[in-house]
């Protein structure tokens, strides 16, 4: 797995900012952002910018298995997005998931940690992952 670039933890650290401040617009604690979970959402946006695996959530279960293995927690979701064009602009990945109903749900749900992975793939598409937990 290639090292991301700071660029890329720049874009993760950003969207994690945009979705605390909509959080925060409704009262609700702040995601704490946590970096084995950004670590699988990594991984995730990695295989898809790769098409080792089909775009969307699918392999949920097994990330989650992982994060049980360092990490004991109640709840668990996430939100999957695809962004092309460059720059890339993390505010419209942020503004899709908020729009969107299941998406939004799950950003105002009752979590408290957070993980965020990009990867590009060498048609410029951005791929975005973002794991939600609550622990215990």
């Known amino acids: 797995m290639e090292e991301q670039s700071t660029m890329s933890l720049n874009i993760e650290k950003k969207i994690h900012q945009l979705i605390n401040q909509h959080r925060s617009s409704i009262n609700l604690p702040a995601l704490e952002l946590h970096e084995k979970i950004s670590q699988l959402a990594r991984e995730h946006s990695e295989a898809m910018a ?3 695996v089909p775009f969307g959530n699918g392999g949920f279960k097994e990330r989650v298995k992982k994060i049980a293995r360092f990490l004991p927690y109640k709840a668990a979701s996430g939100n999957v997005a ?3 064009g460059h720059p890339v602009n993390e ?6 998931w ?4 299941k998406h ?3 950003i105002q749900g ?6 965020i992975g990009i990867a590009k793939n060498t048609d410029d598409v951005y791929y975005f992952t973002q794991i939600f937990i609550r622990d215990y």
């Open 110 to 115: 009752d979590y408290n940690l957070t993980g």
């Open 98 to 101: 908020l729009k969107n109903a």
């Open 104 to 106: 939004s749900r799950i």
């Open 82 to 84: 695809s962004y092309q």
């Open 50 to 52: 790769s098409k080792k």
């Open 91 to 96: 505010e419209i990945v942020a503004q899709f």
